[in-house]
C-alpha cells in the first residue's frame, strides 16, 4: 500500500473510532477511582454534585449504596431500611407463602418493627467500606516458569491470604476480584450483615405486573420494589437473627427527591453490576453465539417447560417453584435478546473489524508484537480448548437441578476438603464458607418437592444422556442403574433438613460407609469432579497470564484511538449514568415514560395482568396525590434511560444530578441485551421504577404511611 494511502486510511479508523467514542458517552460501569476520569463528562451532562464525592466510600451518596449478593440496594433511612426490588426479596416472600397464606400474590407489609420476617436464610446486607489495589500482592510468585496448574494454585494461595487477613476484623466479608482479565486486582471488604428481615412488598399484581410476558420489554408497568431491614445486636455488632436485635444505623442514606425526572434529565445508577464480555476475542464471541449461548438457551426453555409441566394444578408446587421458575424464565428470555442482538448489530463482523485493528497496530510495531505476541497466541490455543470444554460442561450442569443430589454432592465435597488445614481448602469450603453452606443447604426445604424433583431429575438425565458416552461419568451412571429412581427417593434420609445439616460435621468416612443412595451418587461422581477441576484449574492458569497480557495490550491501544477504557463489570461496585430518555425503532416511538392509564389499559383481571382492586379504583378516580409528574399530568410508572447496565443492576438506586432517590434500576431491553456483549448508543436502555409510581403505591394502596415518614416523606391525606 502506499504509504501515503496507509496514513490516510490509519487517520480515517481512527476518526471513525473516536467518533464511536463521542457517540457512546455513557457507555462503561465505571470504578469509583475512575470518577476523576469521567467526572467532567458527568458533569457536563447534569451532574451537579463534585465528581470528587463519588470517590469516597466513607460519604454519601456511596456509603448508602449494598450488595444482596447478586441484587443491589440502598439505605433510605436512618433505621437501616434498605429498597431493593421487588424481583430481589422474591425469594424471601415465596419462602414465606404456602397455600394458606401467599404474600406472593397478596404482597407483605409489616405494621412494625416486631411484624418484619427474617428474610429467606442466606440473605445478607453488605455495607462497602473499602476498595484498594491488591495487584502486587496477588501476583507474588507469579513466574512465567510455573505452569498453569501451579499458576492458578499460586493466585488462589495469594487470594486466600489476602481475604484471611482482611476478615480478621470482625463481621467482615472481603473478596479480591480481578479487573482487566487478570491485569490488575482489587480487594473488596465489606461489613457483613447478618440478621436481614423483610419489610414490604406490593401484591403481586403490581411488584411483578406484566410477569414474563413483559419481561425485558418497553412499554412496562412494573412497580418492582421492595425493602429489606438490617439488624445488628445491641451493641451495633453484626449476629445473625436474634429477638433482640435492633435496627441498624447507616452512616448515610439517600434522600428521597422532592421531585422526579423529566424527559433529558441527567441519572446515575451505583451498584454491582454481575458480569459484561465485552473484552473477550473474536473466536470467543464466535463461538459463544453459534454453539454454546444456544445450547444454554435450549436448557433454560426446556427447564422452564419441564418445571411448569410438573407444578401444574399444584398451587403448593408452584409457590415451592416459584423463585426458581422466574429465574430460569429471566435468563431464557435474555439469552433469547443475546441471540437476535448479535445477528441484529452484526456482533461477528464488528468484533473481527475490531479484533484485526488492535492485532494489526501490534504487528506494526516490533516491540508490542514482543511485549504481546506471544500472550495472544497462547490465549489463543486457551481459548479452543475452553470452547471444546464448555459444551460438555453444560450437559453435564443439569444434575445440579436434582436438589438432594446436589446438596450431597457439597456435603462429600465439604468433608473431604476438610480434611486439610484451611487454607488449602477450596473456595466455598473453608470455614469462612460455613454460614453461606447452612443458609443453602437450609433453603432447600422450602423449594424442593420430592415428587417434583424426581421428575426434573428424570429430565436432566434425558439431557445428560445426551453427552458421547466417552464423556458421561461411567461410575455414577452405573451406581445409579443400581439404585435405581424409586430407592433413590424412598430410601435418603437428605431430603430432612436437620438430617442434610447434620452431614456438614461428619467426616468423608461416615459418607463412604452411608447407605443413602443419593450419597452414593455423590461418592460416585467425585472422582470426575476433582479431574475436571484440576484439567479447568491448568487451562485457566495458563489463560490468566496470557489474558492479562492480552488486555493490557487493548488497553493501550483503546488508549491510544480515544475510546472508553474501564473494566468489564465483575460484581464490583460500579458508577454509570445517562439521560432520560426514548427510543425510535422501525415505525415505532419509544416515548421516556409510561403511566398509570397505561397500567390500567393492560389490565385483564388474569395472570399476569391482574393489577390489585384498591390500584384499579384509584387510578380511575385519578387519586394520585402529590405524586403526578407536571409534564405527564398523571402519575409516572416507569421511566426509561440510557444508563448502562446489567445483570446484578437489579435494585440499584436511581439518582438525579443532587445525588437524591428517584427510582431503581430494574430492567433492559431485550433490542438492548446484546450490550453485555457490546455497548450500542442505540440500542442500549435500561428501564427503572419511578419513585412517584413507589411512593402512591406506599401511600394510596397499601397504607406504608410508617415507612414513608421514616424516609422523611410525608403521607398525603387518603382519599
Given at each position: 500500500?502506499?504509504?501515503n494511502l496507509k496514513?490516510?486510511a490509519?487517520a480515517?479508523a481512527?476518526?471513525l473510532?473516536?467518533?464511536v467514542s463521542?457517540?457512546?458517552?455513557?457507555?462503561g460501569m465505571?470504578m469509583?477511582?475512575?470518577?476523576?476520569?469521567v467526572g467532567?463528562?458527568m458533569?457536563?451532562d447534569?451532574l451537579?454534585i463534585d465528581p470528587a464525592?463519588?470517590?469516597?466510600?466513607?460519604a454519601d451518596?456511596l456509603?448508602?449504596?449494598?450488595?444482596?449478593g447478586?441484587?443491589?440496594a440502598?439505605?433510605?433511612s436512618?433505621?437501616g431500611?434498605?429498597?431493593?426490588n421487588?424481583h430481589?426479596v422474591f425469594?424471601?416472600?415465596?419462602?414465606?407463602?404456602n397455600?394458606?397464606?401467599d404474600?406472593?400474590?397478596?404482597g407483605?407489609l409489616?405494621?412494625?418493627?416486631?411484624e418484619?420476617?427474617?428474610?429467606?436464610?442466606?440473605?445478607?446486607i453488605?455495607?462497602?467500606?473499602?476498595?484498594?489495589?491488591?495487584?502486587?500482592?496477588?501476583?507474588e510468585g507469579?513466574?512465567?516458569?510455573?505452569?498453569?496448574?501451579d499458576?492458578?494454585?499460586?493466585?488462589?494461595?495469594?487470594?486466600?491470604?489476602?481475604?484471611a487477613?482482611c476478615e480478621?476484623q470482625?463481621?467482615?466479608?472481603?473478596n479480591?476480584?480481578?479487573y482487566y482479565g487478570?491485569a490488575?486486582y482489587y480487594?473488596?471488604q465489606?461489613l457483613e450483615?447478618?440478621d436481614?428481615?423483610?419489610?414490604y412488598a406490593?401484591a403481586?399484581g403490581?411488584?411483578s405486573f406484566?410477569?414474563e410476558t413483559d419481561?425485558?420489554?418497553?412499554?412496562?408497568?412494573?412497580?418492582?420494589?421492595?425493602f429489606?431491614r438490617?439488624?445488628?445486636a445491641?451493641?451495633?455488632s453484626s449476629?445473625?437473627?436474634?429477638?433482640?436485635?435492633?435496627p441498624?444505623?447507616?452512616k448515610s442514606?439517600?434522600p428521597?427527591a422532592?421531585?422526579?425526572?423529566?424527559?433529558?434529565d441527567f441519572?446515575m445508577?451505583?451498584?454491582?453490576?454481575?458480569?459484561?464480555?465485552?473484552f473477550?476475542?473474536?473466536?470467543?464471541?464466535?463461538?459463544?453465539?453459534a454453539?454454546?449461548?444456544?445450547?444454554?438457551?435450549h436448557?433454560?426453555?426446556?427447564?422452564a417447560?419441564?418445571?411448569?409441566?410438573?407444578?401444574?394444578?399444584n398451587?403448593e408446587?408452584?409457590?415451592?417453584y416459584?423463585?426458581?421458575l422466574?429465574n430460569v424464565?429471566?435468563?431464557e428470555k435474555?439469552l433469547a435478546?443475546?441471540?437476535?442482538?448479535?445477528?441484529a448489530?452484526?456482533?461477528d463482523?464488528?468484533?473481527?473489524t475490531?479484533?484485526?485493528?488492535y492485532?494489526?497496530?501490534?504487528?506494526?510495531?516490533p516491540?508490542r508484537?514482543?511485549r504481546y505476541g506471544?500472550?495472544?497466541r497462547?490465549?489463543d490455543a486457551?481459548v479452543a480448548?475452553n470452547s471444546r470444554?464448555s459444551?460438555k460442561?453444560?450437559?453435564?450442569?443439569?444434575l445440579?437441578r436434582?436438589?438432594?443430589?446436589?446438596?450431597?454432592r457439597?456435603l462429600?465435597?465439604?468433608?473431604?476438603e476438610?480434611?486439610k488445614?484451611d487454607e488449602?481448602?477450596e473456595s466455598g469450603f473453608?470455614d469462612r464458607?460455613?454460614?453461606?453452606?447452612?443458609?443453602?443447604?437450609?433453603?432447600?426445604?422450602?423449594?424442593?418437592?420430592?415428587?417434583i424433583d424426581r421428575?426434573?431429575?428424570?429430565?436432566?438425565?434425558d439431557e445428560?444422556?445426551?453427552?458421547?458416552?466417552?464423556?458421561r461419568?461411567?461410575?455414577?451412571?452405573?451406581a445409579?442403574?443400581?439404585i435405581?429412581?424409586?430407592?433413590?427417593?424412598?430410601?435418603?434420609?437428605l431430603?430432612?433438613?436437620?438430617?442434610r445439616?447434620?452431614?456438614l460435621?461428619?467426616?468423608?468416612?461416615?459418607?463412604?460407609a452411608?447407605?443413602d443412595?443419593?450419597?452414593?451418587?455423590?461418592?460416585?461422581?467425585y472422582?470426575?469432579?476433582?479431574?475436571?477441576?484440576?484439567?479447568a484449574k491448568?487451562?485457566?492458569?495458563?489463560?490468566l497470564t496470557?489474558r492479562a497480557?492480552?488486555m493490557?495490550?487493548?488497553?493501550?491501544?483503546?488508549?491510544?484511538?480515544?475510546r472508553?477504557?474501564?473494566?468489564?463489570?465483575?460484581?464490583?461496585?460500579?458508577?454509570?449514568?445517562?439521560?432520560?430518555?426514548?427510543r425510535t425503532?422501525?415505525?415505532?416511538?419509544?416515548t421516556?415514560?409510561?403511566t398509570?392509564e397505561?397500567?390500567?389499559?393492560?389490565h385483564t383481571?388474569r395472570?399476569?395482568?391482574n393489577?390489585p382492586?384498591?390500584?384499579?379504583a384509584a387510578i380511575?378516580?385519578?387519586?394520585?396525590?402529590?405524586?403526578?409528574a407536571?409534564?405527564?399530568g398523571?402519575?409516572?410508572?416507569?421511566?426509561?434511560?440510557?444508563?448502562?447496565?446489567?445483570g446484578?443492576?437489579?435494585g440499584?438506586?436511581?439518582?438525579n444530578?443532587r445525588?437524591?432517590?428517584?427510582g431503581?434500576?430494574f430492567?433492559?431491553?431485550l433490542?438492548?441485551a446484546i450490550?453485555?456483549?457490546?455497548?450500542d448508543t442505540?440500542?442500549?436502555?435500561?428501564?427503572?421504577?419511578?419513585?412517584r409510581f413507589?411512593?402512591?403505591?406506599m401511600?394510596?394502596?397499601?397504607?406504608?404511611?410508617?415507612?414513608l415518614?421514616?424516609?422523611g416523606v410525608?403521607p398525603?391525606?387518603?382519599s
Amino acid at each position: 500500500m502506499n504509504p501515503n494511502l496507509k496514513c490516510l486510511a490509519e487517520a480515517t479508523a481512527v476518526a471513525l473510532l473516536l467518533m464511536v467514542s463521542a457517540a457512546s458517552a455513557h457507555e462503561g460501569m465505571w470504578m469509583p477511582g475512575q470518577t476523576a476520569e469521567v467526572g467532567e463528562a458527568m458533569r457536563a451532562d447534569g451532574l451537579q454534585i463534585d465528581p470528587a464525592q463519588l470517590l469516597r466510600l466513607d460519604a454519601d451518596p456511596l456509603n448508602a449504596i449494598v450488595s444482596l449478593g447478586g441484587c443491589s440496594a440502598s439505605f433510605v433511612s436512618p433505621q437501616g431500611l434498605v429498597v431493593t426490588n421487588y424481583h430481589c426479596v422474591f425469594g424471601s416472600i415465596q419462602y414465606h407463602s404456602n397455600d394458606g397464606q401467599d404474600y406472593i400474590t397478596d404482597g407483605f407489609l409489616a405494621k412494625s418493627l416486631g411484624e418484619e420476617l427474617p428474610a429467606a436464610p442466606g440473605s445478607r446486607i453488605e455495607v462497602i467500606e473499602d476498595v484498594r489495589d491488591v495487584t502486587a500482592d496477588m501476583l507474588e510468585g507469579v513466574s512465567d516458569e510455573l505452569n498453569g496448574f501451579d499458576r492458578y494454585e499460586r493466585l488462589d494461595r495469594n487470594r486466600k491470604a489476602l481475604t484471611a487477613a482482611c476478615e480478621e476484623q470482625p463481621n467482615r466479608r472481603c473478596n479480591v476480584e480481578s479487573y482487566y482479565g487478570g491485569a490488575s486486582y482489587y480487594l473488596e471488604q465489606k461489613l457483613e450483615i447478618q440478621d436481614v428481615r423483610l419489610v414490604y412488598a406490593p401484591a403481586l399484581g403490581l411488584g411483578s405486573f406484566g410477569g414474563e410476558t413483559d419481561n425485558w420489554m418497553w412499554p412496562r408497568h412494573t412497580g418492582d420494589f421492595g425493602f429489606y431491614r438490617a439488624y445488628v445486636a445491641p451493641d451495633g455488632s453484626s449476629r445473625p437473627y436474634a429477638r433482640d436485635n435492633v435496627p441498624y444505623r447507616p452512616k448515610s442514606w439517600l434522600p428521597i427527591a422532592r421531585e422526579g425526572v423529566e424527559e433529558g434529565d441527567f441519572v446515575m445508577v451505583a451498584g454491582f453490576p454481575g458480569a459484561t464480555d465485552r473484552f473477550l476475542t473474536a473466536d470467543e464471541v464466535q463461538f459463544n453465539f453459534a454453539h454454546h449461548e444456544p445450547l444454554l438457551h435450549h436448557l433454560f426453555s426446556d427447564y422452564a417447560t419441564q418445571i411448569n409441566r410438573a407444578t401444574a394444578g399444584n398451587r403448593e408446587a408452584q409457590i415451592r417453584y416459584a423463585s426458581i421458575l422466574r429465574n430460569v424464565q429471566n435468563v431464557e428470555k435474555k439469552l433469547a435478546g443475546d441471540l437476535a442482538g448479535a445477528d441484529a448489530i452484526g456482533l461477528d463482523a464488528r468484533k473481527t473489524t475490531d479484533e484485526k485493528a488492535y492485532r494489526d497496530w501490534i504487528a506494526d510495531d516490533p516491540a508490542r508484537q514482543a511485549r504481546y505476541g506471544a500472550a495472544i497466541r497462547e490465549l489463543d490455543a486457551v481459548v479452543a480448548e475452553n470452547s471444546r470444554s464448555s459444551l460438555k460442561s453444560l450437559r453435564e450442569s443439569v444434575l445440579e437441578r436434582a436438589k438432594i443430589l446436589s446438596s450431597a454432592r457439597t456435603l462429600y465435597r465439604w468433608a473431604k476438603e476438610h480434611e486439610k488445614p484451611d487454607e488449602e481448602r477450596e473456595s466455598g469450603f473453608q470455614d469462612r464458607d460455613l454460614n453461606e453452606t447452612v443458609d443453602r443447604l437450609t433453603r432447600i426445604e422450602r423449594s424442593y418437592l420430592p415428587d417434583i424433583d424426581r421428575k426434573l431429575f428424570e429430565a436432566a438425565l434425558d439431557e445428560y444422556r445426551r453427552l458421547d458416552a466417552e464423556d458421561r461419568d461411567t461410575a455414577f451412571e452405573t451406581a445409579l442403574d443400581q439404585i435405581g429412581f424409586d430407592r433413590l427417593y424412598a430410601d435418603t434420609k437428605l431430603a430432612d433438613t436437620a438430617t442434610r445439616l447434620g452431614w456438614l460435621e461428619k467426616p468423608a468416612t461416615a459418607f463412604e460407609a452411608s447407605d443413602d443412595p443419593f450419597i452414593k451418587l455423590a461418592i460416585a461422581l467425585y472422582p470426575g469432579d476433582i479431574a475436571a477441576d484440576r484439567t479447568a484449574k491448568d487451562r485457566a492458569g495458563r489463560g490468566l497470564t496470557a489474558r492479562a497480557t492480552y488486555m493490557e495490550g487493548l488497553r493501550a491501544y483503546r488508549q491510544a484511538i480515544g475510546r472508553p477504557v474501564y473494566p468489564d463489570a465483575n460484581g464490583s461496585l460500579r458508577i454509570t449514568w445517562g439521560k432520560v430518555t426514548g427510543r425510535t425503532r422501525d415505525g415505532q416511538v419509544w416515548t421516556p415514560f409510561t403511566t398509570a392509564e397505561g397500567l390500567l389499559a393492560k389490565h385483564t383481571g388474569r395472570g399476569e395482568f391482574n393489577v390489585p382492586d384498591a390500584a384499579i379504583a384509584a387510578i380511575r378516580a385519578k387519586d394520585y396525590g402529590p405524586y403526578v409528574a407536571p409534564v405527564l399530568g398523571t402519575l409516572p410508572v416507569n421511566f426509561m434511560s440510557t444508563v448502562d447496565i446489567t445483570g446484578g443492576n437489579s435494585g440499584s438506586a436511581t439518582l438525579n444530578g443532587r445525588g437524591e432517590f428517584v427510582g431503581l434500576a430494574f430492567d433492559g431491553t431485550l433490542e438492548g441485551a446484546i450490550s453485555d456483549w457490546a455497548f450500542d448508543t442505540d440500542r442500549t436502555r435500561a428501564i427503572h421504577v419511578d419513585s412517584r409510581f413507589m411512593l402512591w403505591t406506599m401511600d394510596k394502596i397499601d397504607g406504608a404511611s410508617r415507612l414513608l415518614k421514616e424516609m422523611g416523606v410525608r403521607p398525603a391525606s387518603r382519599s
